[in-house]
């Protein structure tokens, strides 16, 4: 069976709902072990990311339950003091 976005993205919902947080790095290089690096992009910054695809399939699981800190550069699950929107600060 070959991996699909949609297959990253429960990946991702479960290390997030494991450890309460899924940081950029660890995701990307976990995402690269487990399913290999067609879902990995290199972003302006020179880091690795995750590819569109399996961050819209990533955003439609999670809905409005999750954000991206972006200070610290990873996913969480939504607090009653967070912005509205998905980016933090």
Do not use: H, M, P
């Given at each position: 069976m070959t991996a699909k976005a949609n297959d990253v993205?429960?990946?991702m919902m479960d290390a997030l709902a494991a450890?309460?947080?899924?940081?950029?790095?660890?995701a990307a290089s976990s995402v690269a072990d487990?399913?290999?690096?067609?879902?990995?992009?290199?972003?302006?910054?020179?880091?690795?990311?995750?590819?569109?695809?399996?961050?819209a399939a990533f955003n439609?699981?999670?809905g409005d339950n999750v954000v991206w800190s972006k200070?610290?550069?990873?996913?969480?699950?939504?607090?009653?003091y967070d912005l509205p929107g998905r980016q933090q600060p």
């Open positions: 993205a429960a990946w450890d309460g947080t899924l940081y950029q790095d660890v487990r399913f290999g690096q067609d879902f990995l992009i290199i972003n302006a910054n020179g880091n690795f990311g995750l590819s569109k695809a399996v961050l439609k699981l999670s200070s610290e550069r990873c996913w969480r699950f939504r607090q009653d």
